[in-house]
């Protein structure tokens, strides 16, 4: 007699409709969570931990990542949301938001008695489509629009945050961060890379006080007042260890007969330390950054020198600090045959680094560095919730002015993208012959979730404002007079129709395209799964002592 597999297996299983259902409504529901918090009107969501901390934020990448999601499909949104923060840095909600639509047609579909195939392969000629029409026909060059181009897409990415009122001063402060740490790499090409800007939190004031910092800033105060404020031509010496006076490890104790012995360890144990300086000294460090502690002793060795050393350095920063000036960040002073050694070249250089008083606080400032320039951004802020979302909105807003420096190309924000492929796919669904059509037509009527979601978010009519935007891109791709109609988009905040590229709300053209990639890679891969095996977990050894009490 055969038996079931379900019977084999110490779990449940569940199959074709069931599962898929099971699958989708997790998802959509996720989606849900983060709906209302989309776009330039969206609204913030108060998350609590099991300790109580709380975050304040619309953030869609924040959100789910704070959530505890246990759903296994659901689980492939919150990574995709993750991924889409880590490769563009904006768009996370529309992404999530975008996958669930599609997923839930597609389901649709499949209860029409259309296989999963052909709707994957249909979604799959869709996104192919769309991502080759934005390129062709609705992405700008910025070269084309002038230099505020840079400000008005920060602009746009802010303006769903918290300092979206602020936005005008913070684009600005962004740009001018940004353009400071471009620098070409092997290829020719111009990179900017984030890790070069530091962004630092201090309480207190406005927003509008927040600085921009030419140098690297570091939130920490020298070993001693008495260490020199400034030193130029520095050669920085960058430490992974502590210098500290050398302790004996736990538990190793030496038995002295004679009491000039005990003194005579003491003594060592206070040279190791100085050798080593000496060692960092004599390759001509004139500043020492370390992650670990410097004692007083190493304190008195490095004032008597004219030196100034940092402890307490994060080790984010300090990496990005030996990118930026050509050092090496050393986790020991140990060499192959075992004696400590420490050579010139790993030193690190910059013009200067010195003290400067910056919004209240001290903080230690690197600038012309070897490699590339970098900058500080100090944000202000009433209290730690508003820093931290300020500092999520500042770093989106950096990310997306990057990818249009380094693609130069834009495309019109305001929904103009999603309705424009909406559009255009129902024609192109026409043109095919086979069963892909209909998911093709699915997924052009999922786009336009974009912006009948921005619309409600918004409290305005979304069926009466998407059926205008409908009808003038479809006249644009209709009639050659009234292609401009292609860059219309939604103003949110009058309730209107407008000009996208006019009005200054303009997105990067890779963040568009990513989107559609990811949530329609996403989409497929939860539509392939027809079955689930869920194994119940094993139960605990029982410890040998507690089966002698029973």
């Known amino acids: 007699m055969s038996l079931k597999l379900s019977e084999q297996i110490d779990g ?29 009107t969206g609204l913030d969501k ?21 959530l505890e999601v246990e759903h296994p499909a659901a689980k492939v949104l919150v990574e995709l949301a993750h991924l889409q923060d880590k490769e563009v840095g904006d768009g996370t909600t ?47 060059q910025i070269s084309d629009l002038g230099n505020d181009t840079l400000v008005q897409c920060a602009m746009t990415s802010m303006a769903s945050k918290i300092i ?109 330390v100085k050798e080593r300086i000496d060692l960092i000294l004599k ?29 307490r350095v994060a080790s984010s920063d300090l990496k990005n600090i030996a990118r930026a000036t050509g ?16 050579d010139p070249s790993y030193l690190g250089e910059a013009e200067s680094v010195g003290t400067e008083e910056v919004s209240d606080q001290q903080l230690i400032i690197i600038k012309g560095t070897k490699n590339n320039s970098s900058s500080s951004i100090i944000l202000r802020g009433a209290n730690g919730h508003m820093l931290d979302e300020m500092e999520r909105s500042v770093h989106d807003a950096l990310c997306t002015t990057k990818r249009v420096l380094e693609s130069r190309e834009v495309v019109p924000g305001g929904g103009a993208v999603e309705t ?20 093709v037509v699915e997924f052009a009527n999922a786009l336009l979730v974009i912006p009948k979601i921005l619309t409600v978010n918004a409290a305005y009519d979304a069926t009466d404002l998407v059926a205008k935007l409908c009808t003038l891109h479809h006249a644009a791709q209709k009639s050659e007079e009234k292609k401009h109609y292609a860059r219309f988009g939604l103003d949110l905040f009058n309730g209107k129709l407008r000009n996208s590229i006019d009005a200054g709300v303009l997105e990067p053209t890779m963040s568009k395209i990513k989107s559609i990639r990811f949530a ?22 029982k410890h040998p002592h507690d089966m002698e009490d029973d």
Request: glycine letters at 8%; proline letters at 3%.
């Open 327 to 342: 050092g090496t960040i050393l986790l020991t002073l140990a060499d192959l045959e075992g004696n400590e050694t420490f």
């Open 420 to 439: 424009a492929l909406s559009m255009h796919l129902e024609t192109f669904a026409e043109s095919l012959g086979t069963r892909e059509m209909l998911a």
């Open 46 to 66: 108060m998350l609590v931990n099991e300790i109580g901390d709380i975050t304040i934020t619309n953030d869609g990448a924040t959100i789910l990542a704070k």
């Open 164 to 272: 979206g009122s602020e936005s005008e001063f913070f684009s600005n402060l962004v740009v001018n961060a940004i353009k400071r740490v471009g620098r070409k790499n092997e290829k020719g090409k111009v990179k900017y890379p984030i890790g070069a800007i530091n962004i630092l939190k201090a309480p207190g004031k406005s927003a509008k006080d927040s600085v921009l910092v030419e140098g690297f800033a570091l939130n920490c105060r020298r070993a001693s007042e008495a260490m020199p404020k400034s030193i130029t031509k520095a050669k920085i010496c960058l430490l992974s260890i502590n210098l500290e006076k050398l302790r004996l490890p736990m538990g190793i104790n030496f038995n002295f007969s004679v009491p000039e012995q005990n003194q005579l360890l003491i003594k060592r144990e206070e040279d190791i």
């Open 94 to 140: 529309s992404v999530v938001i975008l996958a669930a639509e599609l997923l839930k047609r597609g389901n649709n579909l499949v209860k029409k008695k259309i296989h999963p195939t052909s709707i994957i392969s249909g979604y799959r000629v869709a996104m192919r489509e769309a991502c080759s029409y934005i390129k062709e026909r609705l992405s700008v």
């Open 12 to 40: 449940r299983r569940e199959k074709g409709e069931d599962v898929r259902t099971s699958n989708v409504t997790a998802c959509v529901a996720l989606a849900n969570i983060v709906r209302t918090s989309f776009g330039p």
């Open 520 to 541: 329609t890679e996403a989409a497929i891969t939860i539509l392939r799964i027809d079955d689930m095996i869920k194994l119940n977990p094993k139960p605990e050894p």
């Open 283 to 311: 390759a001509g460090a004139n500043v020492i950054l370390t992650s670990g502690g410097i004692d007083d002793l190493a304190t008195k060795y490095l004032v008597e020198a004219g030196v100034m050393g940092v402890r």
